[in-house]
């Protein structure tokens, strides 16, 4: 087991490029490259764990995954493909979840594991599986697995009960290569939703909407393989801007889009900084002490529940209290008992959390359990007195390429040690 070990840093400081989002788009990505013969070059993909479980799972389904150098993927599902996902391989990320539509699509069946839940709670995919079934699939499961079954799907009109990133995209994936118009409403609107979809457009697909919570897919009776650029990760980004917030400074990123940011950037001027877009990225300025605000997390646009560790972490140490209301995840406070062993004042009663800003942390041994448990437990140790080492690595790397470097390139005293 890895771990990082975080001491105290000044004001960070200099203009870093954000890497690109891997473990939410670009393993999304991967799975569309099921829908068509031929090899899909995926760019902007730096190497994180979960690239690695995905191109696992890709090879066990029959297609051949290529790593080129630092950051592109070739996909190539040419050959026949077996479409069984294995329990091994779903089990340890979310986004192997999304070659059920891509498989169904293409092969007319496939059996794929039921994911489970995990470490910031349960993860149901109902939705996924009700959606299918409207588009005319026979869907079942059995024995722990999803099975389905249709020789055409037929488009539809489908209203989710909630935004859901992996169903919006996998029930896209499905309807690209159905018979006929298929329209999402109540679509999730994240970025990587959008990112998605281009990318089928590239592949020959007719989605339109992306981005808006209505999304309509006229079916195509085949689709080619593509090229891609796999967008900024803005999860990284905001990591980065909550950095700086909580150490001071001044930085800049280089390749994230403002946009995908804006509730994030104005919760953080609320708190005290200065957060602008510039004309490659952003750009921000933390000088003075943090005050508290309220959070409260929603699907896109709203506060990403993705970042609510980390601003969690922020508040511990901000002047004043504030509530934190998580509404995605039924269990993702788990984290807030080691930023405690830190000294951070937290309590928390199901949903909401209240947390009352402390002078200072302390540095202790923490365990991060899940990926932005451990980049918030790295962002309390920048201002804990004494040495902070965060165990439980793996979860960050299934997210970040490289915290500790990019960490660094601003200026903290942050140190991966094996
Ligand atoms: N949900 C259902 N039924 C469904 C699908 C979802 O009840 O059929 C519930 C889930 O149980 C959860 C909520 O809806 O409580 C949100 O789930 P959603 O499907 O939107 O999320 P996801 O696709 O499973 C992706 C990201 C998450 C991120 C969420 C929300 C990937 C691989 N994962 O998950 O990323 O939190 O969207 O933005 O893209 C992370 O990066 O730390 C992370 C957890």
Redesign the pocket.
């Known amino acids: 087991m890895g771990r990082y070990a975080v001491r105290p840093s000044g004001p960070l400081c200099g203009r870093v490029r954000v890497a690109g989002a891997t473990?939410?788009s670009g393993?999304?990505q991967m799975a569309a490259a099921l829908l068509a013969p031929g090899v899909t070059t995926l760019r902007n993909m730096p190497r994180v764990r979960d690239l690695d479980v995905m191109a696992e799972l890709m090879t066990a389904l029959g297609a051949h995954v290529e790593l080129v150098g630092t950051d592109e993927v070739r996909v190539d599902a040419s050959g026949a493909l077996v479409p069984e996902a294995p329990y091994e391989l779903v089990s340890r990320?979310?986004?192997s979840f999304n070659v059920l539509g891509p498989l169904l699509a293409r092969c007319g069946h496939a059996r794929v594991a039921l994911p489970g839940g995990d470490n910031?709670?349960?993860?149901?995919?109902?939705?996924?599986l009700r959606g299918l079934a409207a588009l005319g699939a026979e869907v079942g499961v059995e024995h722990g697995f999803v099975v389905a079954r249709a020789s055409r799907l037929v488009g539809t009109r489908l209203v989710l009960d909630?935004?859901?990133?992996?169903?919006t995209?996998n029930l896209m994936c499905a309807a690209v290569l159905a018979r006929g118009t298929t329209v999402i409403e109540n679509a999730?609107r994240?970025p990587?939703v959008t990112d998605l979809a281009a990318f089928l457009d590239r592949m020959g697909g007719r989605v339109v909407g992306a981005g808006t919570s209505t999304i309509e897919i006229e079916g195509v009776d085949a689709l080619v393989a593509a090229e891609s650029e796999i967008m900024a990760d803005r999860?990284e980004a905001g990591t980065l801007l909550m950095a700086c917030g909580m150490a001071g400074g001044e930085i800049e990123l280089v390749g994230t889009r403002f946009e995908h940011l804006e509730l994030v950037a104005m919760k953080l001027c609320e708190m005290g900084m200065r957060v602008s877009a510039t004309p490659d990225g952003m750009w921000a300025q933390a000088q003075g002490p943090l005050r508290a605000v309220d959070i409260a997390t929603l699907?896109?646009p709203g506060f990403?529940?993705?970042f609510m560790p980390i601003a969690v972490a922020m508040m511990s140490v901000a002047q004043g209290s504030a509530i934190v209301t998580e509404n995605?995840?039924?269990g993702r406070f788990q984290f807030v008992d080691e930023l405690r062993r830190m000294g951070a004042d937290i309590h928390t009663e199901g949903r909401h959390a209240v947390v009352r800003g402390v002078e200072r942390l302390s540095g202790a041994p923490v365990v991060a359990s899940?990926?932005?448990a451990g980049a918030a437990l790295v962002l309390a140790g920048l201002v804990a007195e004494g040495e902070t080492v965060v165990y439980g690595t793996e979860h960050v790397e299934r997210?970040y390429a490289d915290l500790p470097g990019v960490l660094s390139a601003l200026g903290a005293d942050v140190e991966r040690i094996d």
């Open positions: 473990k939410n393993t999304k990320i979310r986004a910031i709670g349960s993860r149901k995919v109902d939705m996924h909630f935004p859901s990133v992996g169903a995209e999730a994240e990587e999860v699907p896109h990403a529940t993705d995605v995840y039924d899940d990926v932005r997210g």
